[in-house]
Nanobody
Framework: QVQLVESGGGLVQAGGSLRLSCATS????????MSWYRQAPGKQRELVAA???????NYAESVKGRFTISRDKNKNTVYLQMNGLKPEDTAVYYC???????????WGQGTQVTVSS
């Protein structure tokens, strides 16, 4: 069974920083585009950032210049460094693994990020 284990959420003041982590098995990690999504109350889940196996990255316009996604192949972990946090970044953040040639993707359990003004 594929598991994505997230950590790093919490409460932070506006302008602060947090780093989210998501670990999975080497088998899945090595063949997956890894992404972070978020879902705020009453809103749809949205893509925040993604990183391919070749380290190409993609960001939502709202987080460009503030968030950085990276992956550590030795630790089978993807990170989301979030700087300059704003109250509108408040959401549950989900890790996603999309393995190449699989017919499905996988989700973490979600971690709450709350930014106070």
């Amino acid at each position: 069974q594929v598991q994505l284990v997230e950590s790093g959420g919490g409460l932070v003041q506006a302008g602060g920083s947090l780093r989210l982590s998501c670990a999975t098995s080497s088998t899945i990690f090595s063949i997956s585009t890894m992404s972070w999504y978020r879902q705020a109350p009453g809103k749809q889940r949205e893509l925040v950032a993604a990183i391919t196996t070749g380290d190409a990255t993609n960001y939502a316009e709202s987080v460009k210049g503030r968030f950085t996604i990276s992956r550590d192949k030795n630790k089978n972990t993807v990170y989301l460094q979030m700087n300059g946090l704003k109250p509108e970044d408040t959401a549950v953040y989900y890790c996603n693994a999309a393995p190449m040639a699989f017919l499905r993707d996988y989700w973490g359990q979600g971690t709450q990020v709350t930014v106070s003004s």
